[in-house]
């Protein structure tokens, strides 16, 4: 039986040494013909790049927490709307990197860009003293007809990492946007807030009472977005808003 026993271990691990091995060969064949490119340069990836070469990678514009956290809530939303605290990770500069990531992620489908991204900041979040009481996790939301054109609102991925890493659940289809408003991209700061005022709402205030919600989104420029969502989230009773984006226009 001892015998048995011995070959057919010995069986097993030789089947599944060449499985592995098989695997990476058919892996290896794939990458040679659909290898995987890099999001930004568009240079083909080592096996151990993710998204972006390290070439671009160390090219992120990447910003420090701590003076972001405070420009975003002493004098982005100041004297607007109370905001508890803030965090981004990228500067967003017009033709710059960040640009085309997030272009990759709204208009080509690339989705992967809001998972790496809500991982990377994720892991930031949670070494951070800021976010510890969030209670809840809301994305910047779509109108319905966006959504079945684009197929997917692009910080639905990024807000599932939050989620994982803060341990607090992504809810969506409360806050509503009720109407479709023009591209904000060529507006002025006026514009842009006129364009987004009072085109959300809440479907259940009872879901955020007593909540300290973490309301995402993708780019914080104006704040115009940002701003007309937390005030309708704040007419849940007793909330508070802590805002996380992944990048901010200068």
């Known amino acids: 039986m001892l015998v048995l026993y011995s070959n057919y271990n010995f069986v097993y691990l030789l089947l ?33 790049e993710l998204i972006l070469c390290t070439e671009c990678l160390y090219d992120l514009p990447l910003i420090n927490s701590l003076d972001i956290n405070k420009m ?8 607007r709307v109370k905001i508890e605290n803030a965090f981004a990770l990228l500067s967003y500069h017009k033709k710059g990197i960040t640009q085309h990531l997030i272009y990759q992620l709204k208009y080509k489908g690339h989705e ?41 609102n692009q ?52 879901v955020f009472k007593n909540k300290h919600i973490l309301l995402i989104d993708d780019i914080l420029t104006t704040g115009a977005t940002l701003e007309s969502c937390a005030n309708e989230l704040l007419k849940a009773e007793n909330v508070k808003i802590s805002i996380v984006v992944m990048a901010i226009a200068e």
């Open 112 to 152: 992967e860009i809001g998972v790496f991204l809500g991982n990377w900041i994720g892991k930031e979040l949670i070494n951070s003293n800021n976010f510890t009481t969030i209670d809840a996790i809301v994305p910047v939301p779509l109108h319905k007809n966006k959504l079945k054109k684009r197929g997917f």
């Open 72 to 79: 975003i809530v002493d004098e982005v939303f100041y004297g």
């Open 16 to 48: 599944k040494t060449l499985t592995k091995a098989k695997m990476q060969f058919f892996s290896e064949i794939k990458n040679i013909f659909y290898p995987n490119i890099c999001l930004s340069c568009e240079g083909v990836l080592t096996a151990n």
């Open 155 to 206: 910080v639905t991925k990024f807000g599932e990492q939050l989620s994982f890493h803060l341990k607090v659940p992504l809810i969506e289809n409360v806050l509503i946007r009720k109407s479709v408003n023009s591209s904000q991209t060529k507006k002025n700061r006026l514009d842009r807030w006129k364009n987004v005022d009072e085109i959300f709402y809440l479907s259940d205030k009872s």
